[in-house]
């Protein structure tokens, strides 16, 4: 099949990435795509954005706006939305909670929705592929998970920069301080600004939560108020993401956070397929090699497949 190349499936616009994707949800053939893939991971085009938070925070209505920022600036944009309450009928989404609304005429914007691995939210191994070629083919990928407490960690096997949004009032940042070693965002998003005083207060929380967790880098985490209502705090909010972007180009940490990134897709996938004891076998004898991220997943699940069989 011809347009299993970027090239291929950039000729075919959004008809050959809605194909493409279909062959990674179908799981079948995985060797097939997994060269697409890592050629995907070898070509990165673009920054992905995480954005992360508990049911009704607001991120989809964000979402819309960073969409519409970015066609702004002329960039394309790409959006997973990772949905725990959908189940997947003929490839739409029951009860789709992205809610965005988006020119389908743009080919600059795609958008599609995953069905998430777990009821809290977590990330399918299909989701992270998509995302793999939606950053080698759009500028920005908005990743979109909900989640609380535990869950909210998937997000930084694939985002650059995290995004976690706090709603105003709800106790979230109480919950965050209660957390103590969670896996620290990079930028905390207080929502609804416009509600006035509780969002205020959510923000002096959080920042105080903030100031008592350890130090794992030196990137503080900023913590902003925005309103996705009336746009106040979206360009603060723009800026903060862009300087941890700028942060993370230095000193070779983009290329650090990825490669960890890409070692946890690899155990990840190998432990939904096999369980943990195939992930022991996995490191044991170095079952599927390969050095690629996608064909070690391939190879390593048609070795242990077989292994088990036999
Ligand atoms: N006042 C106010 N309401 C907002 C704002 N942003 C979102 N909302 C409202 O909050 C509700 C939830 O917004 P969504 O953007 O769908 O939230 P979400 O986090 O994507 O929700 P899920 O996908 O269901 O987890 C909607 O009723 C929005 O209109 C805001 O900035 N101010
Ligand atoms: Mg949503």
């Not at 990435?17 to 085009?45: C, F, T, V």
């Not at 299909?126 to 990743?143: F, G, K, P």
């Not at 070693?181 to 930028?187: A, C, N, Q, R, T």
């Amino acid at each position: 099949m011809a347009e299993l190349t970027l090239d291929g499936i950039r000729t075919a616009g959004k008809a050959g990435i809605a194909r493409a994707l279909a062959l990674i949800e179908a799981r079948d053939g995985s060797l097939r795509h997994a060269d697409l893939l890592d050629e995907a991971l070898r070509s990165p085009q673009g920054r992905v954005l995480g954005l992360t938070g508990p049911p009704g925070v607001g991120k989809s209505t964000l979402t819309n706006r960073l969409i519409a920022d970015a066609r702004g600036r002329g960039q394309s944009v790409a959006v997973i939305a990772v949905d725990p309450s959908s189940r997947r009928t003929m490839g739409a989404l029951l009860g789709d909670r992205t809610r965005l609304r988006t020119d389908p005429d743009d080919e600059h914007i795609f958008v599609r929705s995953f069905a998430a691995r777990d009821r809290l939210g977590g990330l399918s191994d299909s989701a992270i592929a998509a995302t793999v070629l939606m950053r080698a083919l759009y500028d920005v990928t908005i990743v979109e998970t909900v989640g609380i407490g535990q869950s909210e960690a998937d997000i930084a096997m694939v985002a650059d920069t995290v995004v976690l949004c706090v709603q105003p009032g709800s106790g979230d940042s109480l919950q965050f301080m209660k957390a103590g070693v969670m896996e620290l965002p990079d930028v905390v998003a207080v929502t609804k600004a416009d509600l006035g005083a509780p969002a205020r207060r959510a923000q002096a929380d959080v920042e105080g939560a903030l100031s008592l967790a350890v130090e794992i880098s030196n990137w503080r985490p900023k913590v902003l108020t925005i309103s996705a209502a009336n746009g106040s705090g979206l360009d603060a909010l723009t800026t903060a993401v862009a300087g941890h972007e700028a942060w993370l180009s230095g000193e070779g940490r983009l290329q650090a956070r990825r490669r960890e990134q890409e070692a946890a897709w690899v155990a990840d996938a190998i432990r939904d397929r096999f369980g943990s004891a195939g992930l022991a076998v996995l490191r044991k004898t170095g079952e599927g090699a390969a050095t690629t991220p996608f064909r070690r997943i391939a190879e390593a699940s048609a070795a242990l497949g077989a292994r088990l069989n036999s």
